[in-house]
């Protein structure tokens, strides 16, 4: 972890303007399983999906996909087989997500269009519950835990930006209040607190043994 006390200490929670590299790409709307759920798996031609960022309404993005009894369509065997394919699909119960469709539905367009069911990806070793930063590292800490905050709000992300952030890689809801309330608790009731010298802190195997806050 890369934390700067005093960069967490400029942040009020609208964000900071000189923010590393990679804030911009973590902050951009990735191909995900799940329908409008950041960007489609199978884009539209001349999509501007490449402009879009979290929290960007992405719905316009999925006009064009079949769904329903329209799957069963002669023209939507081309689109179903380039969905099976995809990389982040696993499953039938993926393109039922994907496409907001019940699985038996699924399951008779793929057989009626000669689409073999994708199988169940393998995801490799487990990430054991890590989390992934904006710069990529993984940390071994829950969402809300007070490092990981400040890690983000060091990064220059805003209170908004961090919440969307963690709400994708956590894969739970996070609001902006939430993270308010991690910050606050950080302040305390002396924003002096945020300037007191650095200790070092036990953490889980794996982790960081230093933490900016006594």
Not at 58 to 64: G, M, N, R
Not at 137 to 165: I, K, M, N
Not at 180 to 203: C, I, N, T, Y
């Amino acid at each position: 972890m890369n934390l700067s006390i005093e960069r967490f200490v400029a942040n009020d929670g609208s964000g900071l303007s000189d923010c590393p590299d990679y804030v911009a790409d973590a902050l951009a709307a990735d191909r995900r399983v799940g329908w409008q759920d950041g960007l489609p798996l199978v884009p539209a031609e001349g999509s501007p999906a490449d402009d879009m960022e979290l929290g960007d309404d992405v719905s316009h993005l999925y006009q064009h996909y079949p769904r329903g009894s329209d799957l069963l369509l002669p023209d939507s065997g081309t689109f179903l087989e380039k969905l099976a394919e995809a990389d982040e699909v696993g499953g039938v119960s993926d393109i039922s997500d994907e496409l907001n469709t019940d699985e038996q539905t699924v399951r008779k367009a793929l057989d009626l269009h000669q689409i073999d069911t994708p199988s169940a990806a393998d995801d490799g070793a487990d990430d054991d519950g890590r989390l992934k930063l904006p710069s990529g590292e993984t940390v071994p800490f829950d969402p809300l835990h007070p490092l990981v905050v400040a890690q983000l709000l060091s990064d220059g992300l805003s209170f908004e930006e961090s919440a969307r952030y963690l709400s994708r890689e956590a894969d739970e809801p996070i609001e902006a209040d939430d993270i308010r309330a991690v910050s606050d608790g950080l302040d305390g009731d002396d924003d002096s607190k945020r300037h007191r010298p650095r200790r070092d802190v036990e953490v889980a195997e794996g982790g960081y043994a230093s933490s900016p806050w006594p």
